[in-house]
């Protein structure tokens, strides 16, 4: 038997022997595993001293390429975990939603990174003005926190479950400790030993824990996050530890939960919908042998196609084949192990009291490939619940493995409202072609679910399912599912950055960001911006054009030039009743005319291209004869990244664009029109 190791302060050391891991097809013991070689206080020291430290010195856009390339070197030892994963009871499709899935994640995570600004930190936002005349305003600006993240992750997803939160805190800058789960620790092992083969993280910035973890909280500090994906029981207990308690540190539960499937009312047997809906539950029963956090446990009908659901989920479950995932045709595993089967199996006893089993049965099924005595296997198993509302334990009680309720409903408002007698779960999926209902279904059940799946025949060929959640869109839910959130995109990098107030003159919050702040004090030079490279250009940097007088004829030829002829742009419209006084310029002709004055066209520049324009805004209307001249100032930079060897360096330069008429009054008064412009710009 090989021994499972810890990864601790940079080094591998020998987890003991304390507990024996099996084969969960053979029952073999095949890795030993214990508590010993972590101190779990060093450990985190370790993690905030070095790992912070090097992880915050990278800029968004570092590490989100740093994962990147770690994805892409996963990807390409994916067959290795393949192999392993089996141990597991996986079958190849089982091993795919949790190996590649994993790895997309880091993928997902390392696109993210254009979100967020090529600095060490984050301006969240937009500037809040303080004062009057705009010399005091207020940010905010969010930075890695210099903890560590402790995430204590569930058995049934050894590779997704570490490699999606870890993508998340490794983008922020924050260093984590990964405590998988006892029973399938040797798979997270395995694609934890390649990640630091790779040597492309930083020194400190990922540590492993396969042996118990018991007494790591009590050395957690304000600055820490822990994470946590499990049982609702287990999570609850870790939840009120003392010490988080004392030192506020956040906590993330991801808990199993009953999610539930519905088929709307208007889905007759006849229509593909039905179809489709019958596919999604197997699906989510049988996948992972219904270990899913996600897997639907309650199946919510319409009363009158409650027989006709029965019998096409009976033929359905019944050829689906169990066994080795190895043999041919086999489309189900063993579940994880004896003990989570046990565990399974006693819950199924504590529902046998109350309801009927009507698919499937718990001791004659047949098995490919395998001894079903020796290993963890199960037949799905489906109950018949004809009394939700009174006979409420499918609500209470889930079974992780492939066992699910049937339950009927007369109304929609029924439906709402056996999907919410969970208490609160990960997803619901509702199956319905008609706009109406989904619509009120899910404005309704949305309370006390975290994410909510609309189904029909349009989507369902490239919808990713019931049971997947998205690594842009967060997966959590209320209540019985843990009040947390994972993922989510922009949203799950936020839970590990500190957001401050900043306040003081827009000069200063324009050193302080990074970024130019309206009304901050430009760099004026002789030399025109646009003349300067990528890596001389400062934020800051600053030109105030010549004027131009707009013209009744300007506005003439623009308006035949465009087509745009409407009524306020012609001189001769009776303007009576209208908010204008006379003939008023096009907002585009006036965010040319700005172009025009700030464009420096005389000979070749860094300039490669016009990228686009962000957030334009006219605000007072211009009339023939208004002189308008522009501050042009550069806002922010990003460098972009060399796709191969024949690309050329350069970045993303956004400009600020004041246009100004020559009224009297503030500059606010005089302020008609301001944009972010985005100019492609040669190194």
């Known amino acids: 038997m090989l021994q499972l190791q810890n990864y601790a302060e940079g080094h591998w050391v020998n987890s003991g022997d304390k507990d024996t891991l099996h084969n969960a097809i053979t029952g073999e013991a095949i890795y030993v595993m214990g508590n010993e070689g972590a101190n779990f206080e060093a450990m985190m020291h370790y993690a905030r001293t070095i790992g912070s430290k090097n992880l915050r010195k990278l800029t968004f856009h570092e590490r989100g390429r740093m994962l990147k390339a770690l994805a892409f070197y996963l990807l390409e030892r994916k067959e290795i975990f393949y192999q392993i994963s089996t141990f597991t009871g996986a079958t190849k499709s089982d091993s795919w939603v949790d190996i590649e899935g994993g790895i997309g994640n880091l993928f997902a995570y390392a696109s993210l990174r254009r979100q967020f600004p090529d600095l060490p930190y984050h301006v969240d936002g937009?500037?809040?003005?303080?004062?009057?005349?705009?010399?005091?305003?207020?940010?905010?600006?969010?930075?890695?926190?210099?903890?560590?993240?402790?995430?204590?992750?569930?058995?049934?997803?050894?590779?997704?479950?570490?490699?999606?939160?870890?993508?998340?805190?490794?983008?922020?800058g924050v260093p984590a400790i990964v405590k998988p789960a006892s029973l399938t620790s040797f798979l997270t092992e395995a694609v934890f030993k390649e990640i630091i083969k790779s040597n492309i993280l930083p020194e400190g910035a990922l540590q492993l824990i396969c042996g118990s973890a018991r007494g790591i909280l009590d050395f957690v500090e304000m600055q820490d996050v822990v994470t946590f994906t499990g049982s609702a029981s287990t999570g609850s207990m870790l939840k009120a530890h003392p010490r988080l308690i004392e030192k506020s540190v956040p906590f993330n539960m991801e808990a199993d939960s009953l999610n539930c499937c519905v088929l709307g009312p208007d889905v007759t047997t006849d229509m593909p919908e039905f179809e489709i809906f019958i596919k999604e539950v197997v699906r989510e029963m049988t996948t992972k042998a219904g270990q899913k956090c996600t897997a639907v446990r309650r199946i919510i009908v319409p009363a009158n196609k409650l027989e006709d659901v029965q019998i096409a989920l009976g033929k359905r479950l019944k050829s689906i084949v169990i066994g080795n995932p190895a043999a041919e045709g086999v489309r189900m595993g063993p579940l994880a192990g004896i003990n989570q089967r046990q565990d399974v199996m006693n819950h199924v006893q504590e529902l046998l009291k109350v309801q009927?089993?009507?698919?499937?049965?718990?001791?004659?099924?047949?098995?490919?490939?395998?001894?079903?005595?020796?290993?963890?296997?199960?037949?799905?198993?489906?109950?018949?619940?004809?009394?939700?509302?009174?006979?409420?334990?499918?609500?209470?009680?889930?079974?992780?493995?492939?066992?699910?309720?049937?339950?009927?409903?007369?109304?929609?408002?029924?439906?709402?409202e056996l999907s919410k007698l969970g208490k609160g779960s990960l997803v619901c999926s509702i199956v319905t072609n008609d706009a109406a209902i989904a619509t009120e279904?899910?404005?309704?059940?949305?309370?006390?679910?975290?994410?909510?799946?609309?189904?029909?025949?349009?989507?369902?060929?490239?919808?990713?399912?019931?049971?997947?959640?998205?690594?842009?869109?967060?997966?959590?839910?209320?209540?019985?599912?843990?009040?947390?959130?994972?993922?989510?995109?922009?949203?799950?990098?936020?839970h590990y950055l500190q957001r401050t107030a900043i306040q003081g003159s827009p000069t200063m919050l324009?050193?302080?960001?990074?970024?130019?702040?309206?009304?901050?004090?430009?760099?004026?030079?002789?030399?025109?911006?646009?003349?300067?490279?990528?890596?001389?250009?400062?934020?800051?940097?600053?030109?105030?054009?010549?004027?131009?007088?707009?013209?009744?004829?300007?506005?003439?030829?623009?308006?035949?030039?465009?087509?745009?002829?409407?009524?306020?742009?012609?001189?001769?419209?009776?303007?009576?009743?209208?908010?204008?006084?006379?003939?008023?310029?096009?907002?585009?002709f006036i965010m040319s005319v700005a172009a025009g004055l700030f464009v420096d066209s005389y000979e070749i520049n860094p300039v490669l291209l016009n990228y686009g324009i962000d957030e334009l805004r006219f605000t007072k209307p211009v009339?023939?004869?208004?002189?308008?001249?522009?501050?042009?100032t550069c806002k922010e930079k990003t460098t972009n990244e060399l796709k191969d060897e024949n690309d050329i360096p350069k970045g993303i330069v956004k400009w600020l664009v004041e246009i100004f008429d020559d009224s009297a009054g503030t500059e606010a008064e005089q302020l008609v029109g301001i944009a972010t412009i985005l100019t492609m710009v040669a190194e």
Request: hydrophobic letters at 40%; a neutral charge; charged letters at 20%.
């Open 126 to 172: 937009d500037a809040a003005k303080l004062s009057k005349h705009n010399t005091f305003i207020g940010h905010h600006i969010m930075v890695p926190k210099q903890g560590v993240a402790i995430h204590i992750n569930a058995f049934n997803f050894p590779v997704w479950g570490m490699l999606e939160k870890i993508a998340v805190n490794l983008l922020a």
């Open 441 to 494: 279904f899910t404005l309704g059940a949305a309370v006390m679910h975290g994410r909510i799946l609309v189904l029909n025949n349009d989507c369902a060929k490239e919808s990713t399912g019931h049971g997947s959640p998205m690594p842009l869109l967060v997966h959590g839910g209320p209540g019985r599912a843990g009040g947390g959130e994972e993922m989510g995109g922009k949203r799950g990098v936020m």
């Open 623 to 632: 009339y023939p004869g208004t002189n308008l001249h522009v501050r042009f």
């Open 356 to 416: 009927p089993i009507v698919i499937g049965d718990l001791e004659n099924f047949e098995v490919v490939g395998a001894d079903k005595n020796n290993g963890a296997f199960m037949s799905p198993i489906v109950f018949l619940n004809d009394s939700p509302f009174t006979n409420t334990r499918a609500h209470e009680i889930e079974c992780f493995g492939p066992v699910s309720t049937l339950m009927p409903y007369n109304t929609l408002d029924e439906a709402i």
């Open 510 to 588: 324009t050193a302080i960001t990074g970024i130019y702040q309206q009304g901050a004090k430009g760099n004026i030079e002789s030399i025109h911006p646009f003349k300067k490279k990528f890596g001389q250009l400062k934020v800051g940097d600053q030109l105030i054009t010549a004027k131009r007088e707009i013209t009744s004829e300007d506005i003439d030829k623009f308006a035949d030039l465009s087509g745009d002829n409407f009524y306020a742009h012609k001189k001769d419209t009776n303007f009576t009743g209208t908010m204008f006084t006379h003939q008023v310029a096009h907002g585009y």
